[in-house]
């Protein structure tokens, strides 16, 4: 009986448990249910009525029966209670007779206050840092940005002053003596918010469809790559001639194509290895830890353009892209799928505080698709970072010009004809803007949150090249004839498109950079107990995600140059929509764990038109100017609502 007794496990609550756990910040309590224990870090994984998870020690947590008892007896004694009253009998300098606290009594009346708010000690589910990693990216790991901290910090040193003199006096009624409490102890969340330092936890919610979805992916996309460059060589690339009459297999292979694509891939590695352009941090990883990274993708771009010159001042025919595009397309797919292979084999061995917190899930396949470590590296090479802009990214633009050449060539012409003009001019801009803002991709959710597994790798080498140039590819073949008016209506198209995009973007990420900028002194942000701000203003305020828009605008842009005759020039616009209300989806889950309600609630008053993920992919985020105005939801955490109210310019 005594053994049994001793091996019990040292826990106090159950799974599925309703009890009520404490807010972050806060001294009220929330109804919660336990869902897990972890025996190590000795935390319960709690979840509230509104789905926002949490990990609270125990000592944050009572039972339900315990909770209310305690109460009763506070209500029944409350020391503000007797403080207001005392305060509207007699002046705050002649002490109450008979009833006179002690000067040891009023110090530990303090220092359990002081206790309290320090004593509120969480760790978020999936935290999520405010740097290069989760993305981040977006993104699941303590989000911080340390200077709007030191802003909120000094906007609200006068607000403390005053608080202070007021609880010495108690002149306060015992309801505003309470909300004083909760917006003291969420600022002091704003001074000492630090990165939590965790092991990676598994992933318990697959996306993509979890393991049959992310299995059948791994085939779905390169048919859907090939199909699309086999429907192009057609000529009549209508749906309704599906299928398209496939090729011999041995006509899909060539050890010489095979041997330019890796040329290709090294000669990209070994631009970025030069020792040119700045380095710069990323953003913290789970364990505090900055990965550093070399920004010279426009040196690589520059480099690149001059070796391609040089290859056509001695007449090398570019066209045999053209020529081999599909075997070049299958030679990128073989050389991503070894390469996904290897990263998922190496990533075993790799520490658990390294592992990408979307690809933990200890399924092989799921975790291969999506990538099991984070940032695999060889010695001071990222192999993700790398791959993310410089093969594919650069090779769109090398393969659009090969498209151009061939069309040429095939068609005798003395120049390239003005749609083939334009969809070079447009997606040349595109990468080159992509590249001069290279250090913004370290935000994004693709660095700071997804591992590098077969998803990226196959984006990055095989989707972005040989999908993103199927307008080039597509005119070679099916030449469109448009007029000059209707080719200055596309530009105008495009460059407002661009504008939006770049204009956007910048806002955001100078914000996220240096807050503090008197240029950016008239856009105003919510604070929220990440760390972090939510824009309130600028493009932030008429859009919810305005880079998207931009975005969006542009690849219509790309396709209009190709004529109405068929759908197929239009895929990457219908594809790229779907694409980003899949990000919105994602994003949607991880801000809403990150932010709890106050997401949601601001969600309901948010446009639900082009309600399309951001490009970090960050935790930047649109909002609305009535959003912390409006009634609070059932549930409302109090303290996110006290400090909303504190901001009476929003």
């Given at each position: 009986?005594?053994?049994?007794?001793?091996?019990?496990?040292?826990?106090?609550?159950?799974?599925?448990?309703?009890?009520?756990?404490?807010?972050?910040?806060?001294?009220?309590?929330?109804?919660?249910?336990?869902?897990?224990?972890?025996?190590?870090?000795?935390?319960?994984?709690?979840?509230?009525?509104?789905?926002?998870?949490?990990?609270?020690?125990?000592?944050?947590?009572?039972?339900?029966?315990?909770?209310?008892?305690?109460?009763?007896?506070?209500?029944?004694?409350?020391?503000?209670?007797?403080?207001?009253?005392?305060s509207r009998s007699r002046s705050?300098?002649?002490?109450?007779?008979?009833?006179r606290r002690s000067s040891s009594?009023?110090?530990?009346?303090?220092?359990?206050?002081?206790?309290?708010?320090?004593?509120?000690?969480?760790?978020?589910?999936?935290?999520?840092?405010?740097?290069?990693?989760?993305?981040?990216?977006?993104?699941?790991?303590?989000?911080?940005?340390?200077?709007?901290?030191?802003?909120?910090?000094?906007?609200?040193?006068?607000?403390?002053?005053?608080?202070?003199?007021?609880?010495?006096?108690?002149?306060?009624?015992?309801?505003?003596?309470?909300?004083?409490?909760?917006?003291?102890?969420?600022?002091?969340?704003?001074?000492?918010?630090?990165?939590?330092?965790?092991?990676?936890?598994?992933?318990?919610?697959?996306?993509?469809?979890?393991?049959?979805?992310?299995?059948?992916?791994i085939f779905f996309l390169p048919?859907?790559?090939?199909?699309?460059?086999?429907?192009?060589?057609?000529?009549?690339?209508?749906?309704?001639?599906?299928?398209?009459?496939?090729?011999?297999?041995?006509?899909?292979?060539?050890?010489?194509?095979?041997?330019?694509?890796?040329?290709?891939?090294?000669?990209?590695?070994?631009?970025?290895?030069?020792?040119?352009?700045?380095?710069?941090?990323?953003?913290?990883?789970?364990?505090?830890?900055?990965?550093?990274?070399?920004?010279?993708?426009?040196?690589?771009?520059?480099?690149?353009?001059?070796?391609?010159?040089?290859?056509?001042?001695?007449?090398?025919?570019?066209?045999?892209?053209?020529?081999?595009?599909?075997?070049?397309?299958?030679?990128?797919?073989?050389?991503?799928?070894?390469?996904?292979?290897?990263?998922?084999?190496?990533?075993?061995?790799?520490?658990?505080?390294?592992?990408?917190?979307?690809?933990?899930?200890?399924?092989?396949?799921?975790?291969?698709?999506?990538?099991?470590?984070?940032?695999?590296?060889?010695?001071?090479?990222?192999?993700?970072?790398?791959?993310?802009?410089?093969?594919?990214?650069?090779?769109?633009?090398?393969?659009?010009?090969?498209?151009?050449?061939?069309?040429?060539?095939?068609?005798?012409?003395?120049?390239?004809?003005?749609?083939?003009?334009?969809?070079?001019?447009?997606?040349?801009?595109?990468?080159?803007?992509?590249?001069?803002?290279?250090?913004?991709?370290?935000?994004?959710?693709?660095?700071?949150?997804?591992?590098?597994?077969?998803?990226?790798?196959?984006?990055?080498?095989?989707?972005?090249?040989?999908?993103?140039?199927?307008?080039?590819?597509?005119?070679?073949?099916?030449?469109?004839?448009?007029?000059?008016?209707?080719?200055?209506?596309?530009?105008?198209?495009?460059?407002?498109?661009?504008?939006?995009?770049?204009?956007?973007?910048?806002?955001?990420?100078?914000?996220?950079?240096?807050?503090?900028?008197?240029?950016?002194?008239?856009?105003?942000?919510?604070?929220?107990?990440?760390?972090?701000?939510?824009?309130?203003?600028?493009?932030?305020?008429?859009?919810?995600?305005?880079?998207?828009?931009?975005?969006?605008?542009?690849?219509?842009?790309?396709?209009?140059?190709?004529?109405?005759?068929?759908?197929?020039?239009?895929?990457?616009?219908?594809?790229?929509?779907?694409?980003?209300?899949?990000?919105?989806?994602?994003?949607?889950?991880?801000?809403?764990?990150?932010?709890?309600?106050?997401?949601?609630?601001?969600?309901?008053?948010?446009?639900?038109?082009?309600?399309?993920?951001?490009?970090?992919?960050?935790?930047?985020?649109?909002?609305?100017?009535?959003?912390?105005?409006?009634?609070?939801?059932?549930?409302?955490?109090?303290?996110?609502?006290?400090?909303?109210?504190?901001?009476?310019?929003?």
């Open positions: 009986m005594l053994d049994s007794f001793w091996k019990m496990p040292n826990r106090r609550f159950a799974d599925g448990e309703v009890v009520m756990g404490r807010w972050p910040g806060s001294v009220l309590y929330y109804e919660v249910q336990v869902t897990s224990y972890d025996d190590v870090s000795h935390l319960y994984t709690v979840k509230y009525k509104d789905g926002t998870e949490l990990a609270l020690k125990e000592s944050d947590i009572r039972s339900q029966s315990s909770f209310k008892h305690r109460k009763s007896q506070s209500s029944s004694s409350s020391p503000s209670r007797r403080s207001t009253s005392r705050p300098g002649r002490p109450a007779k008979g009833r009594q009023s110090r530990e009346h303090k220092d359990d206050k002081k206790k309290t708010i320090q004593e509120t000690n969480l760790a978020l589910l999936k935290p999520s840092e405010n740097n290069t990693r989760r993305y981040n990216g977006e993104p699941d790991s303590t989000e911080r940005n340390d200077t709007s901290c030191i802003i909120l910090e000094q906007k609200l040193k006068p607000d403390l002053e005053i608080e202070r003199v007021l609880e010495q006096y108690s002149l306060r009624s015992r309801e505003e003596e309470k909300k004083k409490e909760e917006i003291y102890s969420e600022k002091k969340i704003f001074e000492t918010i630090k990165t939590i330092e965790k092991a990676s936890s598994k992933t318990k919610e697959l996306e993509f469809g979890g393991r049959i979805g992310t299995f059948m992916l048919a859907t790559v090939f199909y699309l460059l086999l429907m192009c060589r057609q000529d009549d690339p209508s749906l309704m001639n599906f299928p398209p009459p496939l090729p011999a297999l041995e006509s899909l292979w060539e050890a010489r194509v095979f041997g330019v694509f890796l040329l290709w891939f090294f000669l990209q590695a070994l631009f970025s290895l030069l020792p040119i352009g700045k380095v710069v941090e990323g953003l913290p990883l789970s364990n505090g830890r900055k990965l550093q990274y070399r920004i010279n993708g426009f040196y690589a771009f520059i480099l690149t353009a001059a070796a391609i010159g040089t290859l056509l001042y001695f007449q090398f025919e570019l066209h045999y892209l053209y020529d081999h595009f599909m075997q070049f397309a299958v030679s990128a797919a073989a050389f991503s799928t070894v390469l996904s292979i290897y990263l998922y084999i190496r990533s075993l061995k790799a520490p658990e505080e390294e592992l990408a917190p979307g690809g933990n899930s200890g399924y092989l396949v799921y975790d291969f698709f999506t990538g099991h470590e984070l940032n695999p590296r060889i010695g001071s090479f990222d192999l993700k970072y790398f791959c993310e802009l410089r093969p594919g990214l650069i090779g769109w633009v090398v393969i659009n010009l090969a498209m151009l050449l061939a069309e040429m060539k095939i068609h005798n012409q003395s120049m390239p004809s003005l749609s083939m003009i334009l969809v070079n001019s447009f997606q040349l801009l595109y990468v080159v803007d992509a590249l001069w803002n290279e250090e913004a991709v370290l935000t994004t959710m693709d660095i700071t949150h997804d591992g590098f597994g077969f998803m990226l790798a196959f984006g990055d080498l095989v989707w972005v090249p040989f999908v993103y140039s199927l307008q080039a590819f597509y005119l070679v073949g099916h030449p469109t004839v448009i007029s000059w008016p209707v080719a200055a209506a596309i530009t105008i198209l495009n460059c407002i498109g661009y504008y939006i995009f770049r204009s956007a973007n910048s806002q955001k990420n100078n914000f996220r950079r240096n807050p503090a900028d008197p240029k950016l002194a008239y856009l105003k942000f919510i604070p929220t107990a990440t760390g972090k701000g939510l824009l309130v203003t600028g493009w932030w305020g008429f859009v919810r995600h305005p880079n998207y828009l931009g975005d969006i605008i542009m690849a219509l842009a790309w396709s209009l140059p190709c004529g109405f005759n068929h759908i197929l020039p239009y895929f990457y616009v219908i594809y790229f929509i779907c694409l980003l209300i899949h990000r919105e989806a994602r994003d949607e889950h991880h801000c809403k764990q990150k932010y709890g309600l106050a997401w949601e609630r601001e969600a309901q008053v948010a446009p639900p038109a082009l309600r399309l993920q951001d490009g970090r992919r960050d935790g930047i985020r649109r909002r609305s100017e009535g959003a912390w105005l409006s009634p609070p939801i059932p549930f409302h955490p109090p303290i996110l609502e006290a400090v909303s109210a504190n901001q009476g310019g929003l």
